[in-house]
């Protein structure tokens, strides 16, 4: 148990902090935490009406307000990243990722999430077949009087097919690539194949703009997810919308 005096003074303690909140005093409170990787706290905090709110990790601005705290102190932007590194390992931003914040906060300037349908770029791969189109007896069928004979599309269990990967936004599509038969789907063709050309795309449709603010939304193919593909696309500066963890070969298009 708590001695006496422990517990006055902390009786003590509350009724200043009560008189102290009555006069509408305007209170700071200071601690002490750690900056751990991965770190997500469960406490929930409830104040007399019941209200609470569930205290989560926020890694992103964790990491964004050491940046500016460390640049505001003049510190490089390459120690910045080897100090994070250090603490978080993988988790850590790129070292791109923290020379542009740290430019931006040099600037005077933040960074601002700007979510526009337009700027959701999907992409997948399809495979687009030849089919037949028959008007023979056999797909004969009742009709309307003055009516035009049914058309039936078949496909053939051996009818050819071609791959394509596509790229499309909401106004249309922004990058269509054939894929060679034989071709093997890796990291390798999905960033000079693919990626590479989309962002050229991507610059000369929107000059003044290039890649800001847009969004990459594919799966979690493993060619997709390799560490080579994120680290080009976020030097691109471009964004990649999340995806359901467990759904490697669901199409973003499909829902």
């Not at 706290?41 to 569930?54: A, N, P, S, V, Y």
């Not at 060619?223 to 490697?248: A, C, F, Q």
Request: proline fraction near 5%; include cysteine.
């Amino acid at each position: 148990m708590d001695s006496t005096d422990f517990i006055a003074s902390r009786a003590s303690y509350f009724r200043k902090l009560d008189e102290i909140r009555q006069n509408g005093t305007l209170t700071f409170y200071q601690d002490k935490t750690w900056f751990n990787s991965g770190e997500e706290k469960r406490t929930i905090w409830i104040d007399k009406q019941g209200q609470g709110k569930m205290r989560t990790n926020q890694r992103k601005e964790n990491f964004r307000f050491y940046i500016k705290v460390r640049t505001a102190l003049n510190i490089p932007a390459g120690v910045i990243y080897d100090e994070l590194y250090f603490v978080c390992g993988d988790q850590a931003p790129s070292c791109t990722t923290v020379k542009r914040w740290a430019k931006w906060f040099r600037e005077g300037r933040e960074e601002k999430e700007h979510w526009r349908l337009c700027d959701i770029i999907t992409g997948d791969e399809s495979w687009f077949y030849h089919t037949q189109i028959g008007r023979r007896l056999s797909n004969t069928a009742w009709m309307g009087r003055g009516n035009p004979s049914t058309t039936v599309v078949r496909r053939s269990k051996f009818a050819p097919k071609i791959l394509f990967s596509t790229f499309f936004k909401s106004n249309g599509p922004v990058f269509i690539y054939r894929v060679e038969r034989g071709q093997a789907i890796d990291h390798h063709f999905y960033i000079n194949d693919c990626l590479r050309p989309l962002v050229d795309e991507i610059k000369r449709q929107r000059p003044s703009y290039g890649t800001s603010h847009i969004k990459i939304h594919h799966d979690n193919g493993r060619p997709y997810i390799h560490k080579d593909v994120s680290n080009y696309l976020e030097s691109e500066g471009l964004t990649v919308m999340p995806h359901p963890p467990n759904s490697s070969d669901l199409s973003p298009c499909d829902f």
